[in-house]
T-cell receptor, first 110, second 112 residues
């Protein structure tokens, strides 16, 4: 079983749609959680950290459920520019190494 | 300010050759990480430096892979006797001791 599991998609949605991505992680001792965005042939970029209380940044909302070891990302009012791969990321220990999921591909269409 | 830089951006080498990949972290970042990413997969951790020392090298796949960071800034990932399975994008990231990781553009390694 992978340490971080995501549905690879692709998710094809129209502009303006709301879309949700989920991931699960296996290490209950994990302390830090993130969503990264990766455009084709580019490096991953930090989108947002994820906290137990949930956090929102504009059209993006992230949630963490520690009991279920489950992380989610909600994107409201999708834009064409949101098309990318979204990587669910978990801190893999006290060295700070990151464990990445496979990524979920989002394609927003006009 | 300047981000993480990596050179070369692309490297094509023959099976069995030796390669070096360079990473120049963000100035002042004490932590440096190497990852590699295969097509369709998320990045996979290789090694982590805190200052000059390798604090965690548990992700290095075998003893053909080695990395150094002699002055606590620039790091070099070295791969001996390259194999076709080593073909991937090698990503470097840096961070402060408490901050998020910022990635460089990567080196695309192709072993023929």
């Amino acid at each position: 079983r992978k340490e971080v599991e995501q549905d690879p998609g692709p998710f094809n949605v129209p502009e303006g749609a709301t879309v949700a991505f989920n991931c699960t992680y296996s290490n209950s001792a994990s302390q830090s959680f993130f969503w990264y965005r990766q455009d084709c042939r580019k490096e991953p970029k930090l989108l947002m950290s994820v906290y137990s209380s949930g956090n929102e940044d504009g059209r993006f909302t992230a949630q963490l459920n520690r009991a279920s070891q489950y992380i989610s990302l909600l994107i409201r009012d999708s834009k064409l520019s949101d098309s990318a791969t979204y990587l669910c990321v978990v801190n893999g220990g006290n060295t700070g190494k990151l464990i990445f999921g496979q990524g979920t591909t989002l394609q927003v269409k006009p | 300010g300047a981000g993480v830089s990596q050179t070369p951006s692309n490297k094509v080498t023959e099976k069995g050759k030796y390669v070096e990949l360079r990473c120049d972290p963000i100035s002042g970042h004490t932590a440096l990480y190497w990852y590699r990413q295969s097509l369709g997969q998320g990045p996979e951790f290789l090694i982590y430096f805190q200052g000059t020392g390798a604090a965690d090298d548990s992700g290095l796949p075998n003893d053909r892979f080695f990395a150094v960071r002699p002055e606590g800034s620039v790091s070099t990932l070295k791969i001996q006797r390259t194999e076709r399975g080593d073909s991937a994008v090698y990503l470097c990231a840096s961070s402060t001791s408490t901050g998020g990781q910022y990635f460089g553009p990567g080196t695309r390694l192709t072993v023929t």
